[in-house]
């Protein structure tokens, strides 16, 4: 069963290759890449991924190294490159691939790490060094896990810390209601209650802003 998740790429070729080297009609009108850049990417088949930069740049100089199995990789790899941004290599055309220059695979796996974290996605993490990161004995996930995962609306974010959190709030605000009541009275205790309430509100508000940005 496909694995798909996130992953870097690092070369050990200081000779230019193509980034498609392995189609003779397209190779010289794409990039060329050498050890000193590295690519995040993502892949409904992190097996399959690896097999395909080896044809490429040849088994010798390819060194894959799978971050995280997830089911939501299309929204998690848009976030990642949003950060990863003044990095990507622009091909002959302008536009920004996934190809990375100026920054150490190691900054780029611990910005992946710090993306996935942020966003609250249900992954698996697979390393939490580059070099700890390895292929052998990936967990599988379930396409029944990854349709629940994605959802019908394409992938985006749907975590329950939200949910519990407001749950909390609510909570705490009722209970400082319910004290002021018992000890000053019921009218500072709905006066206390309608405070906190108004206050959790408009944190969980400014939060809520705070986590639609990484999007």
């Not at 992953?7 to 890449?33: E, G």
């Not at 894959?64 to 998690?76: G, K, Q, R």
């Not at 950060?83 to 290599?89: E, N, Q």
């Not at 390393?127 to 994605?150: D, Y």
Request: hydrophobic residues 40%; glycine residues 10%.
């Amino acid at each position: 069963m496909a694995t798909p998740g996130l992953y870097i790429v690092t070369l050990r070729n200081r000779t230019p290759i193509s980034v498609n080297a392995q189609d003779p009609r397209v190779a010289s009108r794409a990039i060329c890449v050498t050890y000193k850049n590295c690519k995040f990417g993502k892949a409904k088949s992190l097996e399959g991924r690896r097999a395909s930069y080896e044809r490429t740049f040849g088994t010798k100089n390819v060194d894959f190294h799978p971050i995280a199995v997830l089911a939501e990789i299309d929204f998690a790899e848009k976030a990642v490159l949003k950060r990863l941004d003044d990095y990507r290599i622009r091909g002959r055309t302008g536009r920004k691939n996934e190809w990375l220059e100026g920054i150490r695979p190691e900054a780029v796996h611990s910005i992946v790490l710090q993306t996935l974290g942020d966003l609250g996605l249900d992954c698996v993490i697979l390393g939490r060094t580059l070099r700890k990161c390895k292929l052998r004995g990936i967990p599988a996930i379930e396409s029944s896990r990854a349709n629940k995962l994605s959802g019908p609306a394409g992938g985006k974010k749907r975590s329950t810390r939200s949910g519990s959190r407001d749950n909390r709030g609510f909570a705490a605000a009722l209970f400082f209601g319910v004290i002021s009541g018992l000890i000053f009275g019921l009218v500072p205790g709905v006066v206390v209650f309608s405070v906190s309430l108004g206050l959790f509100f408009i944190s969980a508000k400014i939060n809520a802003s705070k986590r639609a940005k990484l999007c």
